[in-house]
């Protein structure tokens, strides 16, 4: 709580003492209504604006604060005074009950869970007569007494304003406490606030409890203040309302709740002339608030007014690892989902000091093995340790006190937290105790750490500013520095140089290699070969979820398992009979195209050409831009410059529908089949954009050409093996007649027999006249039956021509493993 | 005796439960929202079939055919205005949006329809009665199970056998996928929401003959219905129809074993007790979530 | 331009702000304001606005006639309770405090007629009741006290009730069917006294229902099989007529003696053909042989509003009604109370000079410091509907 919310809290209390004073009883009651839904407002800002949850049943708890206040001073002549926190109290531990079945659940079933628990309340508060005087409710409820003297309507009210003024300043300190922006970056990302040891049920119990309390305790002025209450002083549509409190005013701010509740309790106060057609009218300014101001009313100023100065961080000596970090060892881990061995047997050690990488093609179980390691998975054989700790099986947010800090494939920021606040939560470790409700997170030691460690990742940016709004390269070095925050002994990264350009590459990899100098164990998952191969000390080899190879980097760019596992192995038996025939006219044309995702460029200037009956292939590692380019081409990435043209007409821009239908259809990588759906419903979803004369014959054609899937026609396809999964998505493309088609990876996770007969369809439909743009990192066989090809690295096409003269280039060697330095 | 009468009360009022819960399935699968205000859409149905057949003096299937256009492009209004703007910027304010939505038509049907709820004229569906099991039933409370459940064959025949309804599948597994079908995914989702409140309006129309014709009839079917969709596990639509006729059931069999006190208290709660061991429902499938 | 609609949007919710602000400072000019808080919108509007008309033709005619207090005239000041006690008791104070109505007239909803009570007693503002029948209402033991009612009371009909099933049924066992609200719980009170207090009857079974409740077999199923031999109903049209269906469904003939709640809104419309099977208890008719009151007043209701052209128009004639005449009656109080002032007035209305000839009776100091109702068991009459016309059976 800085000067500045002192000094608002003066104004709001010297305005509202001001206007208390000029207003009949009527006004006072009015105004002291919106005070204390304004009080529900608050409460429910810490669950709507922190945690991310919705709660449709709040009344509940504003019914049980006043049911307690009106049970205990009418029926056994208790004070008000005591009454109202036994009132609070109660609500809150009613809340975290009620959270218990709320916390599995999400979405439109917590909605449901609290809107049956407001139901509930107020129908068992009918319904216990002898306690609740059933629905006459509570009459004669009396005025809080103080120094002898009972409240009248305005002291009432000079009550509400200090529970407003003190639910304020509890939620302010709240929100700028370690409680509060824990909640923030479990909303922000589950996954991440685990990797940073929080438990969120302990969290969201902690959320829904504190929210209730502040419901239970305006209730209970409420309910002194009417002087009477029954069930139907608690329906469900207020609930609705006060929602629309913290919506309206702008959730996560402070002061939303406060204006929404003004708002909303005195808006309609203001048209009451139109006696019954105000609620019309009340929805229909809902709905435009709603759309002209998404952030809510004080998201909409705080939109207007400038932005703060921006700070970089302060460099300062920094401690990143611990004096002795412990060794990673991982033995003989294996895990199976639904049948498929995703990991089976593998076993390794990472070094304090040493930089240790996982590779493999896609799909190889890297990932997995990652996700084991972080508790995210638990493994059903073997065991991961560090140093002496034993953590299999535990959760991740155990994994992660325990000291391992891992990073993202997708960087998995606390979007909505400023960068600092990214690191500050992560020195919590995961704990936050009682007192440090009102306790600031942000201490000037912790602050200067942060700041060191940013500086120290190299992060030069505004310190203060808002994670999710960072460029791609500083989120990599926030998520590493976060990652450092946390002093853990090993780091796990995954994929950290997805989607940077080669300057930024460098600069991380030149941060692993000092974060290993430091002490650290890193553990690094990684498709830029380059990168890996230039700051490895020990590289591991996966594929198909067995560890192939182990050793130097050295070691394995001269393994011919290795690169047979990368390349595959080109099979002459596909080769066109015929010599390449002249090629005829160009189908698809592609013209300086680029593509980026955020600020990250993908593709560079592509140039490309298609000829109607060709095969052509586009090979690359692993974040060459393949996939990319893919996507650009067939409309579900919007590229960002270039020319797509298909016979003559142009195609950039078109939406993904409308580029299928004209005739460019792409196989995806992954099959994408739709699983629940039967094979021969998904080869007649193909014709859904173009549908053939004959629909029947057509799918009858496709069976026939594929007749491993015509036993299976009428099997879920997500029940077929990957192999049979990859032909029917073939299947599903050919059946649109496509005046070219594209394939996406067709031999991703496939084993090496399921490949070859693969290549063979693909040769047969290439002498069955077909055109087809093929992008495969099984560059052999893509080489072996294509008749012109590109070699993609970096954005850019680095090679193209005939399969010899790309073989004879020696561009993919290079492409695939990285220049040997 | 009273169990039997209990059972046929139970299965007309879960079969109409379950068509509006249909309606809430249909747009959750497809877009992973809902018209909160589904109850509206209900009312809208019987008031613009009754106002088309008394007020207008017009023919019963005519006005029938006017109800389900009326909610069907409601359904359409609802999700244009209410739920795809506040989808496009990723806000889940399209929940409120789709409440304040609801309460505008409610007014504007209260001021345009009248105050007072009216009475649709009985048909031989509802003034007369046969015999079941020695128990006097009336044709339309038989009617609305079979239509309810007719439609939810027909729904599933749609789903499996039509390319519209097989698209529509299509884009509940996959939009990316869908969309390189060719498959309009917006069309989709508008679909899905004129296909919820067709249902809406179904359900409002079938039940009107027995209830009466307000413009808050629809308030509390909404949120039964709601309950409904949620306890059947929103992503299966045999589901939504089953958790429909069993809330129904247990409804009228709590009413008639125990006596009527206790009946909201005790569906309700078993809502949230069967919501707290079947996080997704009785008859759901776990999302698989990925890292 | 986006930001541009921001800004503007919030100019204009900071107007409306301070315009609420100051209507606060508004003073009271030169007519008599006359306060309505009823249920305007809702399951409840019809009874809202039979109340209004009521009122507004005892206004009509009392403006026409020169007004009161040396020509002021009678305004009537309206708000919607939404049918909730919360709601209903921020309008009163609006009205009290804002508008500085003289007196005001309440609803239909006895739980928010209750929650007025304490608020018309501090304030010293006469609150009237011509619909709201809950016992409480009146007897509300304060003193002075400052709410009237011209209308049933709960107590009193609870006892009618009982005693009709038995001499006009022969019934001697009975069941309950009561709305699961507080006018249902107040009568289950009353009604239970009342069957304590009549040896002939006995009560063999309570069931309540929603408002949104479609089939009451279930209920009705548990009562028959109970032995009941006539049920006595407690609740509003809507939710009447649907027993009445689930009855005729299950072919039970049991007799019904019903509170008022089901004289408005369209009863024998939605109950259909068993409608005149449901007798209910009236303060008035406007079918039948009518008196010059009865008249002069359905021909002013069809002169002024559109949608009526006889007594069948009528809609929920008990609020109009009592209306009626409690306005006149209040009208009769500030002239002799000779001001505005609230305790006089009260005073006036407790101590009425000469008769009334009103709509219902005729009045002869109607009120006194210990009753504040202004009918009694006499007053009330049992009906039933005979097509759409309300016809009585005794």
């Given at each position: 709580m800085t000067l500045k919310h002192l000094l608002g809290g003066v104004l709001i209390a010297a305005v509202a003492i001001a206007v208390i004073g000029q207003s009949n009883a009527y006004l006072v009651y009015v105004l002291s209504m919106a005070g204390l839904t304004a009080v529900v407002g608050i409460g429910l800002n810490i669950l709507v604006g922190l945690t991310g949850q919705i709660s449709l049943g709040h009344v509940g708890f504003y019914a049980i604060g006043a049911y307690t206040v009106g049970i205990l001073t009418v029926?056994?002549?208790?004070?008000f005074w005591l009454a109202l926190p036994l009132g609070g109290v109660l609500a809150g531990l009613t809340g975290a009950l009620v959270s218990i079945p709320a916390l599995r659940v999400r979405g439109p079933y917590l909605a449901m869970v609290t809107i049956a628990f407001g139901f509930i309340v107020e129908q068992g508060a009918a319904e216990m007569e002898g306690l609740t005087g059933g629905w006459n409710g509570i009459l004669g409820i009396m005025p809080p007494v103080l120094f002898g003297t009972m409240f009248g309507p305005t002291e009432i009210a000079y009550l509400v304003l200090v529970l407003m003024l003190a639910a304020l300043a509890f939620y302010t300190l709240f929100s700028a406490s370690p409680w509060g922006k824990a909640l923030r970056a479990l909303r922000d990302s589950e996954v991440a606030a685990q990797s940073i040891g929080f438990n969120p049920v302990l969290l969201r119990c902690a959320a829904f409890a504190v929210s209730a309390v502040f419901a239970g305790l305006a209730g209970g002025v409420y309910a002194a203040m009417s002087g009477f209450i029954s069930p139907e002083s608690f329906p469900f549509f207020e609930s609705i309302m006060f929602l629309l409190v913290v919506m309206i005013g702008g959730a996560d701010t402070i002061l939303g709740p406060v204006i929404g509740a003004f708002l909303i309790v005195l808006l309609p106060e203001a048209f009451s002339w139109l006696a019954e057609y105000r609620l019309l009218l009340v929805a229909a300014l809902l709905l435009v608030v709603l759309r002209l101001a998404p952030g809510g009313i004080v998201g909409a100023v705080t939109g207007l007014l400038p932005a703060a100065k921006a700070r970089t961080a302060t460099a300062a000596a920094v401690e990143v690892a611990p004096s002795s970090a412990r060794p990673l060892v991982v033995d003989a881990i294996a895990i199976t989902f639904g049948g498929v061995k995703a990991v089976q047997g593998v076993s390794f050690r990472a070094e304090p000091g040493k930089v240790t990488s996982i590779i493999g093609p896609n799909g190889a179980g890297k990932t997995t093995a990652l996700n084991i390691v972080a508790g995210y998975y638990s493994p059903d054989k073997g065991n991961v340790r560090l140093g002496d700790t034993d953590l299999t099986g535990r959760r991740s947010h155990r994994v992660a006190r325990a000291g391992i800090a891992r990073t993202y494939q997708t960087t998995q920021l606390f979007e909505h937290m400023s960068v600092i606040d990214n690191l500050m939560i992560a020195m919590k470790h995961g704990r936050v105790g009682g007192v440090e409700t009102v306790l600031p997170l942000a201490t000037t030691a912790r602050r200067r750490r942060a700041e060191a460690l940013l500086a120290f990742t190299g992060y030069s940016g505004d310190v203060e500013r808002t994670a999710g709004t960072l460029p791609h390269v500083d989120k990599r070095l926030v998520e590493i520095a976060r990652a450092l925050a946390f002093r853990p002994d090993v780091v796990l990264l995954d994929e950290p140089a997805a989607g940077l350009s080669e300057d930024d590459t460098q600069r991380v990899g030149t941060l692993l290699k000092r974060l290993a100098d430091e002490g650290l164990t890193i553990v690094l998952i990684e498709h830029d070969m380059p990168l890996v191969m230039g700051i490895s000390d020990h590289i591991l080899v996966l594929d198909q979820g067995v560890k192939i190879a182990e050793g130097t980097p050295a070691a394995i760019r001269e393994n011919p398992a290795v690169l047979k596992a990368y390349l595959g192995e080109g099979a002459s038996?596909?080769?066109?009979?015929?010599?390449?025939?002249?090629?005829?006219?160009?189908?698809l044309m592609v013209a300086n195209l680029s593509a980026s995702y955020g600020a990250s460029e993908v593709l560079r200037g592509i140039d490309l050409k298609v000829s109607k009956g060709e095969l052509v292939a586009v090979l690359g590692a692993n974040g060459a831009g393949k996939s990319t380019l893919m996507r650009a081409l067939s409309g579900l990435h919007r590229p960002v410059g270039g020319q797509i043209q298909l016979a003559g007409d142009h195609l950039e821009g078109e939406s993904a529908d409308r580029i299928a239908r004209r005739g460019l259809v792409l196989v995806p990588e992954g099959r994408?089949?739709?699983?629940?759906?039967?094979v021969v419903q998904n080869i007649k979803l193909g014709a859904y954009g173009r549908p053939p004369a004959d629909l029947s014959a057509a799918v009858d054609e496709m069976l026939t050409r594929f007749p491993r899937l015509r036993e299976r026609q009428n099997q879920p396809a997500g029940l077929l093996s990957g192999g049979e999964q990859q032909m029917l998505a073939i299947a599903r493309g050919l059946i649109a007649r496509p005046t070219v088609l594209l394939l996406d990876e067709p031999s991703l996770g496939l084993a090496p027999k399921l490949i070859e007969e693969l290549y063979a369809i693909l040769a047969a439909l290439r002498d069955d006249g077909a055109t087809i743009l093929l992008v495969d990192q099984m560059a052999d066989m893509a080489l072996s039956i294509a008749d012109r090809a590109y070699v993609l690295s970096g954005g850019v096409f680095v090679a193209s021509g005939t399969p010899d003269a790309v073989r004879a280039s020696h561009t993919l060697e290079d492409a695939y493993l990285g220049a040997a330095s | 005796m009273l169990i039997l009468s209990a059972l046929v009360t139970g299965l007309g009022l879960g079969a109409m439960y379950g068509l509006l819960a249909l309606g809430f399935y249909v747009t959750y699968v497809v877009s992973n929202t809902v018209n909160f205000a589904q109850g509206s859409t209900m009312m809208l149905g019987a008031v613009v079939t009754f106002s088309v057949w008394v007020t207008f003096g017009l023919p019963v299937p005519l006005a029938i055919l006017a109800g389900l256009f009326a909610s069907t492009l409601w359904g359409l209004v609802v999700e244009r205005v209410a739920v795809r703007p506040f989808v496009r910027r990723g806000s889940e304010a399209w929940l409120m949006a789709t409440v304040a939505l609801g309460l505008l038509i409610d007014n504007i049907v209260l001021f345009t329809f009248g105050r007072d709820p009216r009475g649709m004229p009985p048909t031989p569906l509802t003034s007369s009665t046969f015999q079941l099991f020695g128990l006097n039933v009336q044709p339309q409370q038989v009617l609305i199970p079979v239509v309810g459940l007719t439609l939810a064959v027909l729904l599933t025949l749609f789903f499996r056998r039509t390319r519209h309804g097989l698209a529509m599948m299509a884009v509940v597994q996959n939009q990316a996928a869908a969309r390189l079908m060719g498959i309009n995914v917006s069309m989709v989702v508008s679909g899905a929401f004129a296909l919820s409140g067709f249902f809406a309006g179904v359900a409002g129309i079938l039940i009107a003959p027995l209830f009466t014709v307000s413009s808050t009839m629809g308030t509390m079917f909404g949120i039964k219905a709601f309950a409904v969709a949620i306890l059947g596990g929103i992503t299966n639509p045999w589901g939504v129809m089953c958790a429909g006729l069993l809330y129904g059931i247990a409804e009228a069999l709590i009413t008639a074993l125990f006596g009527s006190t206790y009946t909201q208290i005790s569906t309700f709660g078993l809502v949230i007790v069967a919501l707290a061991l079947r996080p997704d429902g009785l008859f759901g499938t776990r999302e698989v979530k990925k890292v | 331009m986006r930001s541009f609609i921001r800004t503007r949007m919030l100019t204009a919710l900071a107007g409306v702000g301070i315009a609420a602000l100051s209507a606060g400072l508004a003073a009271a000019a030169d007519p008599i304001k006359i306060g309505h808080v009823a249920a305007l919108s809702g399951a409840s509007a019809q009874s809202g606005e039979a109340i209004t008309r009521g009122l507004m033709v005892a206004i009509d005619e009392i403006n026409a006639a020169g007004g009161l207090l040396d020509g002021r005239m009678l305004e009537l000041v309206q708000r919607d309770d939404e049918s909730r006690p919360p709601r209903g008791l921020i309008a009163a104070r609006e009205l009290i405090f804002n508008e500085e109505v003289t007196a005001f007239f309440g609803g239909i909803d006895s739980p928010v007629g209750l929650a007025i009570v304490p608020l018309a007693n501090q304030t010293e503002t006469p609150f009237i009741a011509v619909w709201a029948a809950a016992t409480g209402i009146t007897r509300n033991g304060a003193d002075p006290n400052f709410v009237f009612r011209v209308s049933a009371i709960d107590a009193l009909v609870d006892v009618k009730l009982i005693d009709y099933a038995n001499t006009k049924f022969g019934a001697s066992k009975v069941g309950l069917m009561l709305i699961n609200n507080p006018w249902g719980e107040s009568n289950e009170r009353g009604l239970t006294a009342a069957d304590d207090a009549n040896d002939a009857v006995e009560i063999v079974g309570i069931e309540t229902f929603e408002n949104a409740d479609v089939d009451m077999t279930p209920q009705l199923t548990r009562l028959r099989d109970a032995g009941a031999e006539a049920i006595i109903l407690v609740t509003n049209t809507p939710p009447g007529a649907q027993m009445m269906k689930s009855r005729e469904r299950m072919g039970w003939d049991a007799p019904v003696v019903s509170h008022w709640g089901i004289a408005g809104g369209r009863f024998p419309e939605l109950a259909g053909p068993t409608a005149p099977d449901a007798h209910f208890i009236q303060t008035y008719s406007f079918h039948g042989e009518q008196g010059p009151v009865g008249e002069k007043v359905i021909s002013m209701l069809a002169e002024k509003y559109d949608d009526v052209e006889d007594a069948g128009d009528i809609m929920a004639p008990v609020g109009t009604a009592n209306a009626y005449d409690a306005m006149h009656l209040l009208a009769l109080a500030i002239t002799q109370a000779g001001s505005t002032d609230g305790d006089a007035i009260r005073q006036a209305l407790e101590d009425l000079d000469g008769t009334y000839e009103g709509l219902i009776k005729t009045y002869e100091k109607p009120f006194s410091a210990e009753n504040h109702d202004a009918l009694g068991p006499d007053d009330y009459i049992m009906v039933h509907y005979e097509g759409d016309e309300v016809v009585p059976t005794e």
């Open positions: 029926s056994h002549g208790i004070s038996a596909v080769r066109r009979a015929a010599p390449a025939k002249v090629p005829g006219d160009v189908t994408q089949v739709f699983g629940q759906l039967s | - | -």
